[in-house]
């Protein structure tokens, strides 16, 4: 029970590695609190299966990139739980396309959601944590962030952002004991790559020393471990989850 008597606020949380996170974190006795931009069947499905654990949780409708709205949902969510100890800014989109063909609009609408999101909540949840004198702040990147990708100017840009974001905000606010680290997944399995065809996998796979994909539950487990005090010393990181991909 890694986390037991905490608090975490995971956003994007209905599905995919956000919801993971949130049943990996729920597992080791957190109370969540997670953040989707409806309160739809899936949402409510999600929190139904994290209170089944026996730990108290929480979905809300809320968009993590206008100001306002994570200024209000964080504030929420202390009245409703009394503290939040861990920030998880999973929310993010992906409009890929080459630079010559990416619009105005695809670009600002995947900088706003993946990046200024992570601006929003991390500002709205620090004078919190700042009273605490405590907390952890997961932001989850990518390995395109590190090392680019062609068709994803936006996409790399955006996560890269998280990587400087996170670097700075951990020196920032590192003396009242809150770490901000970041974590970068590879090539991850989830309902976005399901859909890609038999030949484009194993393009992907072949390119990856342990051969194979990654789940979301790998990304899961790496943020149980910067969430946890069992990296009680780490701040300012960038843990790559790629099976290899950027070594």
Not at 113 to 140: D, E
Not at 186 to 204: D, H, N, V, Y
Request: proline content about 2%; overall charge neutral; aromatic content about 6%.
């Amino acid at each position: 029970m890694l986390l037991s008597g905490k608090t975490a606020l995971i956003t994007g949380a209905a599905r995919g590695i956000g919801k993971a996170i949130a049943q990996c974190f729920a597992a080791e006795g957190a109370d969540i609190a997670i953040t989707d931009l409806a309160y739809d069947e899936v949402a409510q499905e999600t929190e139904k299966e994290l209170l089944a654990t026996g730990i108290k949780a929480k979905a809300y409708a809320s968009n993590a990139a206008d100001f306002e709205n994570a200024q209000a949902i964080v504030q929420q969510v202390a009245e409703d739980f009394g503290h939040i100890d861990i920030l998880v800014n999973n929310a993010g989109i992906t409009r890929d396309g080459l630079l010559m063909r990416m619009t105005e609009a695809q670009w600002d609408m995947v900088i706003n959601v993946n990046l200024k999101s992570v601006f929003c909540m991390t500002k709205a949840v620090q004078p919190l944590m700042l009273r605490q004198r405590g907390g952890s702040i997961i932001n989850i990147s990518s390995v395109v962030g590190v090392s680019g990708n062609a068709g994803q100017a936006n996409y790399a840009a955006s996560k890269a952002g998280i990587i400087g974001f996170t670097k700075s905000v951990a020196k920032e606010i590192g003396s009242r004991n809150i770490r901000c680290n970041a974590i970068a997944p590879g090539f991850i399995l989830t309902g976005m790559t399901a859909s890609l065809p038999e030949e484009k996998l194993k393009q992907w796979t072949d390119q990856i020393p342990l051969r194979r994909g990654g789940t979301p539950e790998d990304v899961a487990k790496a943020a149980l471990f910067l969430a946890s005090d069992l990296s009680a010393y780490i701040s300012g990181q960038v843990l790559h989850v790629c099976g290899g991909m950027t070594c």
